[in-house]
């Protein structure tokens, strides 16, 4: 089957001398994984590897077997020149951290254009923005919602979180209930836009503790989620 659809880089991986593996997330099937032949060491060939950098924005068209085997992309084009992305030492580290994220917790081989809808316009917002700071707590929070376990924020109130319920609730009944200054914080995300949430406050240890939660959170509701390999890159450019 031939599909043709947008589709997000998630990670390329060098297979051999010339190969390269690349994970996209399609608009039109979600998560696929395919095998570029040569791609490394060709000079004339249509598709560069220069097309698979992490979050690039693209247009496939693919061959899509369903034989339990790593397919081909046939011909690819970008559909968005960054003008910053991959240029700006900060947002470059959001990129492999935001890629990282997504690796691990996009398994579905099944279309999700809301999801889909919700990565294209948050990474195009990265690139045009320059105040950044809070980007990647934003951008996980707001990420819940499409997979399925975004806060309760009916009790908001309340002062503690329980991370392992995803609810707010007056004490603390597991050792995943959280409170003080960093839920605080936590609070004036849920519900803000990207723009309005690049204007709170955030003390270096709050801004790391508020990233430790939901990196938790994540590990909580996600199986097999795994903390990504670019947080500590990550830490030292904000902390």
Known sequence: ?????????????????????????????????????????????????????????????????????????????????????????????????????????????EANSDLFEYLETTILWLDTHTNVGNFHITFLIKLTQYLGFYPDVSKADLEFFNMQEGVFQETSTNPYCVNGAQISKFKEFLGTTFEASMNIRLSKNTRSEILTMLLVYFELHLHGFKKPKSLSVLNEIFN
């Open 1 to 109: 089957m031939i599909i043709n659809s947008p589709a997000i880089v998630l990670h390329s991986l060098r297979y051999g001398e010339a190969d390269l593996i690349v994970s996209l997330f399609t608009k039109t099937d979600g998560l696929h994984t395919y095998i570029q032949r040569g791609v490394l060491k060709s000079k004339k060939g249509k598709i560069r590897s220069s097309l698979f950098q992490p979050l690039m924005l693209l247009e496939i068209e693919a061959s899509h077997q369903n034989k339990g085997r790593l397919d081909r992309i046939k011909e690819a084009r970008v559909l968005t020149h960054f003008a910053t992305l991959h240029t700006d030492f900060v947002k470059s580290a959001l990129v492999f951290f935001i890629s990282d994220i997504l690796k691990n917790a996009i398994h579905e081989e």
